[in-house]
């Protein structure tokens, strides 16, 4: 019973490419989130959702954008790939609460290299 | 925003012993305190947390302890076994929102 999906496990991209990473989830959650997992450094978040069409920065959105165009989907998008990039990236969605955090559920990851 | 310090970033412990992970936040606002545990090529997976109106949860083998004062919170893992290698994280929110902070991450093994 799969709740968040990222459309890929494994992708290979090129220099200057421009990437796009999908997730999907099922739990008409309003929140949705994009970090990166790096060794040593944990997760680190690249943008977050609270609502269609509502974006906004992590704490390193460099090179990234975002598009929620319907509440269940969630895309990362990589203007211009470069080595850098190369990383774990974790999805995840969460209820919205007014009362602070709340936990999250994770996407499987999509590990991506760029040569 | 919130910042959140996590030790030890290895720990390794016969099995049988117990387990003790550290954090601190900075956020005095934070008051939501989750852990995730991350096995080998696997999602981050939420196994406890608590609020900052409690200052200890427990789920059988596992326990969350929390000082609001300090700005610390601890997992606690008793009678470890094998299966419980992993790398796990905490996380906090900060003051006002739902996104979370995450430590660096503690890969603990316990070795037979």
């Known amino acids: 019973d799969v709740k968040v999906t990222q459309s890929s496990r494994y992708l290979v991209k090129r220099t200057g490419e421009k990437v796009f990473l999908e997730c999907v989830q099922d739990?008409?959650?309003?929140?949705m989130f994009w970090y990166r997992q790096d060794p040593g450094l944990g997760l680190r978040l690249i943008y977050f959702s609270y609502d269609v069409k509502m974006k906004e920065k992590g704490d390193i959105p460099e090179g990234y954008s975002v598009s929620r165009e319907k509440k269940e989907r969630f895309s990362l998008i990589l203007e211009s790939a470069s080595t850098n990039q190369t990383s774990m990236y974790l999805c995840?969605?969460?209820?919205?609460?007014?009362?602070?955090?709340?936990?999250?559920?994770f996407g499987s990851g999509t590990r991506l290299t760029v040569v | 925003g919130e910042n959140v310090e996590q030790h030890p970033s290895t720990l390794s412990v016969q099995e049988g012993d117990s387990a003790v992970i550290k954090c601190t936040y900075s956020?005095?606002?934070?008051?939501?305190f989750p852990w995730y545990k991350q096995e080998l090529g696997k999602r981050p997976q939420l196994i406890i947390d608590i609020r900052s109106n409690v200052g200890e949860k427990k789920d059988q083998r596992i326990a969350v302890t929390l000082n609001k004062t300090a700005k610390h919170f601890s997992l606690h893992i008793t009678e470890t076994q094998p299966e419980d290698s992993a790398v796990y994280f905490c996380?906090?929110?900060?003051?006002?929102?739902?996104?979370?902070?995450f430590g660096t991450g503690t890969q603990l093994k316990v070795e037979l």
């Open positions: 996380a906090a929110p900060g003051g006002g929102g739902n996104k979370l902070t």
């Open positions: 995840a969605s969460s209820l919205w609460s007014g009362t602070g955090g709340v936990g999250y559920t």
């Open positions: 956020d005095s606002a934070s008051n939501y």
């Open positions: 739990m008409d959650h309003e929140n």
